[in-house]
């Protein structure tokens, strides 16, 4: 894909890019930061999608990557001498939080697939180009993985 194409890509689907940094990173210029680095990225490994019809679904794995890292980095620098002022999120909301994070980055996304952007398991099937019975399958999966963390949560 040349250059011109890409960034008409980019700027088409920028809110739909920020909305998915923004749900892994629960910051706004966190999620600006990453969609910032991932215009840089796509820029620059552009040449690696051999399929431009994959393209999109190459950036938002590429933009999931970019925020994993960030959090991964600002985990390992963030010391409570450096919080400032308490996060007002209510206890569902964390808790879930930390459910999600214990799982995979590939099962983060398709739960982030399946019930953020509220696709199809066709439409995440064509998007992972896996055949529709292993979306469900790893649904399936994923979800009883996340309700058995959270029983060990409850105790």
Not at 77 to 105: F, I, N
Request: proline residues 3%.
């Amino acid at each position: 894909m040349d250059e011109e194409s890409l960034l008409q890509l980019l700027e088409a689907q920028e809110e739909r890019f920020y909305k998915i940094a923004y749900a892994y990173m629960r910051h706004e210029q966190d999620a600006l930061d990453a969609y910032q680095e991932l215009v840089y990225r796509a820029l620059k490994h552009r040449h690696k999608v051999r399929e431009p019809a994959y393209m999109s679904t190459w950036l938002v794995r590429v933009l999931i990557n970019i925020c994993l890292d960030m959090k991964n980095k600002r985990q390992a620098t963030v010391t409570l001498d450096t919080v400032q002022e308490p996060v007002s999120y209510d206890a569902q909301t964390v808790e879930l939080t930390e459910l999600l994070a214990k799982l995979s980055p590939a099962e983060q996304e398709l739960i982030y697939l399946k019930y953020v952007e509220d696709l199809k398991n066709q439409d995440i099937a064509v998007r992972q180009n896996i055949p529709e019975g292993t979306v469900k399958s790893r649904i399936h999966t994923t979800l009883k993985k996340l309700r058995s963390f959270w029983k060990e949560e409850r105790g």
